[in-house]
């Protein structure tokens, strides 16, 4: 059985930074991306980072460049998204999604992060 799940979130004042976690297990099939999403009421679910696993690329979009940074953690079955410079328009649920080369595709079930003073 597939877990994934989320930890770290939080309030964070403007300007601060958060981690987030992301732990999942029972895989069988290699992993082609990892990736974390976001989603505030009334809004579509945005991707925030995307990593391939093939060789390492990550992408983000244009309203998180320079401030998000994922990462893999291969020794723990872990992906991480460190988050600087935090803005009260990053509020939102993160969700973590992890995709197999199968065309699996998982989801956590999210955590919540609130920017606000």
């Known amino acids: 059985q ?4 989320e930890s770290g979130g939080g309030l964070v004042q403007p300007g601060g930074s ?17 990736s974390w999403a976001r989603q505030s009421p009334g809004n579509e679910r945005e991707f925030v ?4 696993t093939d060789d390492g690329r990550t992408h983000y979009p244009d309203s998180v460049k320079g401030r998000f940074i994922i990462s893999r953690d291969n020794l723990e079955n872990s992906v991480h998204l460190q988050m600087n410079s935090l803005k009260p328009e990053d509020t939102a649920v993160y969700s973590c999604n992890v995709v197999t080369i ?3 595709d998982y989801w956590g079930q999210g955590t919540q992060v609130t920017v606000s003073s």
């Open 2 to 5: 597939v877990q994934v799940e």
């Open 18 to 34: 958060l981690r987030l976690s992301c732990a999942f297990s029972g895989v069988i099939f290699k992993i082609r991306t990892l």
């Open 49 to 52: 980072a995307n990593l391939f």
């Open 102 to 104: 199968a065309g699996q």
